[in-house]
């Protein structure tokens, strides 16, 4: 068998495991892999930052369910990379970054863009590499794919120094993987499972309280069988939003601290909790030991480390989620007997406060007008109606459910309303940052969404204030001709934490209040996209539907009201129950 090079062995590394394309930005210590690259078949995409790359592969492993790959060089390339490794490896997703690095012979003397970036990523991936020879790298990558993506996902970072590329070894890739001290435990124990189908049978008030480790384990079908089954109410965490559908009668919306009133309440006042997929984030719980309390809990999860880690549960399964699922089921069979007259008596008492807690922001501090000095639209026509900002999200979800589109955010307020007002009914369509929440992530894990699913509609939901953080991968974009279409909600501040500072620290907005910031229209067409812009609400729905008509790229900016707030919220240190504008004594009505 001929030798080849480490560059040589690891593209056709990459083509053994599936791979279609790599995200990345070129440096010195992968010139070797980018000479390679260009006849290998490969598509590599050149995004205009590290960072953006690997939430572009990101946003390609939510998409596709398989590995996203990014490539960048040593020192500072490495260092860009840092924070989209700590991101896909909080939100379970499989990520591979293939970073450069010096050659060995100069690694611990401070060599020209060297960093030790094994050493920088190791608490914030799930396994890290430094391939030591030529020989070892194509088993190394097989290890890569197989820990990225199995048990519970994560971040993987393989640091490949320059004479290791350069050098020749022969190619033997290996045709699987066994690592004595990683074995992921998929199926679920049967006493687990039987305990488990015996509180759900005897519960009268049980709530599904589901995350993104539903998706991840394509257990979808399962939940939505199990929850009609059992006429059982489901929440979802952000990262867990279209695991089911949001448009079921049994959907409670989201829950935590800006969760839906029903779903806050429901989980506060269920006798069973069944989580599926879910680690119990503080933004989930709240305050911790109000959290739940009426409740036995069954937690579902194939990480072991995630059990019992933040609250006690009475029945824990470590296990895949799909296969837990399957095997409640199949115990359960098709007509569980259950008690169906409490079963109707708590879909009723949620029914009533469905009706109480209506998510309308007409009712839940909607403000009269826009005129005061640092809001954005102070002195753009004096008093008039402004734009609400749900209202934006709303009218999106009208022109936009048909298309079944992918809807990616940013993060901040934006964020929470396009978890809240936007329904999605399939699994992968919401992408967000969720654990990091990380600024600026919106825009590139669009990229990856889109060259995942070229034919689909693919919208990036952003704040004024989070757009800049990666606005030049619009140059990506538009290179690319990704028809990405980007909805700005423009509210010239940092509007989630200018939103704790108005409730919280007496109206001091430090740091804060962005003005009205660049054109964005302008901003967009000196990109080479197109752009739009609403100011007053009869403008929104026509700004939205020539936006998502118009080919390619679109950047559609809604100069929306300032003192708009994301209701309902749970203060720092309140139970979930504890919702603003909802006094606390409303839940102790009944």
């Known amino acids: 068998m001929a030798e080849l090079t480490g560059a040589q062995i690891l593209i056709e590394c990459w083509k053994k495991e599936g791979v279609e394309l790599v995200f990345g930005y070129p440096g010195a210590t992968t010139i070797d892999i980018h000479h390679y690259l260009m006849e290998s078949g490969l598509r590599f995409v050149l995004t205009r930052h ?17 590995p996203g790959v990014a ?60 391939v030591r020879d030529t020989e070892s790298l194509a088993r190394t990558v097989k290890e890569a794919f197989y820990v990225a993506a199995s048990g519970r996902p994560g971040s993987i970072l393989v640091d490949l120094p320059k004479d290791v590329l350069a050098g020749t070894a022969e190619f033997r890739y290996p045709g699987k993987v066994r690592l004595r001290a990683y074995q992921p435990h998929l199926e679920p124990h049967p006493k687990q499972v039987a305990k488990a189908v015996e509180l759900m049978l005897a519960a009268k008030k049980p709530v599904i309280y589901a995350g993104g ?29 279209g695991g089911f559908p949001g448009t079921h009668p049994l959907f409670l919306g989201m829950l935590g601290m800006h969760g839906l009133y029903q779903a806050n309440r429901a989980v ?52 895949d989620a799909q296969q837990a699922l399957q095997a409640i089921l199949e115990l359960l069979g098709r007509s569980p007997d259950y008690d169906r007259e409490a079963r109707g008596a708590w879909l009723a008492a949620i029914a009533r406060w469905k009706n109480e807690g209506l998510l309308d922001y007409r009712r839940l501090g909607r403000a009269a007008s826009c005129t005061g000095p640092g809001c954005v639209n102070h002195g753009r026509g004096g008093s008039f109606e402004p734009i609400q900002p749900q ?11 048909d298309r079944d589109p992918y809807i990616c955010t940013e993060v901040g307020q934006h964020q929470m309303w396009a978890a ?34 070229p034919e689909a509609l693919v919208i990036d939901v952003a704040g004024d204030g989070s757009i800049l953080m990666n606005i030049q991968e619009l140059v990506t974009i ?31 907005y430090s740091g804060t209040l962005l003005g009205a910031g660049p054109d964005f229209v302008r901003l967009a067409e000196a990109f080479g996209a197109r752009g739009f812009r609403a100011t007053r609400p009869e403008e929104v729905a026509g700004v939205m539907e020539k936006g998502l008509a118009a080919e390619g790229p679109v950047v559609m900016d809604f100069i929306v009201c300032q003192q708009a707030l994301v209701y309902p919220m749970v203060a720092a240190g309140k139970e979930i129950g504890d919702m603003l504008p909802y006094a606390a004594e409303i839940l102790a009505q009944d």
């Open 50 to 66: 590290e960072q953006a790359a690997v939430h572009a592969a990101e946003g390609y492993a939510r998409v596709t369910g398989r």
């Open 391 to 401: 209202m934006v999200v709303e009218t999106l979800y009208e022109k936009a459910k």
């Open 213 to 241: 480790g539903v998706a991840m384990s394509r257990a979808g079908k399962a939940l939505l069988t199990l929850a009609e089954r059992l006429q059982i109410p489901v929440t979802n965490t952000l990262m867990g939003l």
């Open 478 to 508: 538009v290179e690319e001709k990704l028809p990405i279409k980007v909805v700005i909600l423009n509210n010239g501040c940092l509007g989630m934490v200018r939103q704790w500072q108005q409730l919280f620290y007496g109206g001091r």
């Open 71 to 130: 490539l960048v060089t040593s020192g500072p390339g490495a260092t860009n990379a840092v924070t989209g490794l700590a991101a896909a490896y909080l939100d379970s997703i499989p990520v591979i970054v293939f970073s450069g690095q010096v050659a060995r012979m100069m690694i611990g003397n401070d060599a020209f863009q060297e960093v030790d970036i094994v050493g920088i990523t190791r608490p914030i991936t799930k396994h890290n590499y430094l």
């Open 268 to 319: 506060q006042e269920c006798d069973l909790l069944i989580a599926v997929g879910a680690r119990f984030d503080d933004r989930v719980t709240g305050r911790l030991d109000r959290f739940a309390q009426k409740a036995k809990i069954i937690q579902i999860d194939v990480d072991p480390t995630s059990i019992h880690k933040r609250v006690t549960t009475q029945v824990p399964m470590v296990a």
């Open 420 to 453: 809240q007002y936007y329904l999605y009914d399939k699994p992968r369509r919401f992408l967000t940052s969720g654990g990091l929440g990380v600024m600026g992530f919106g825009l590139p894990a669009a990229i990856g969404a889109q060259v995942a699913r």
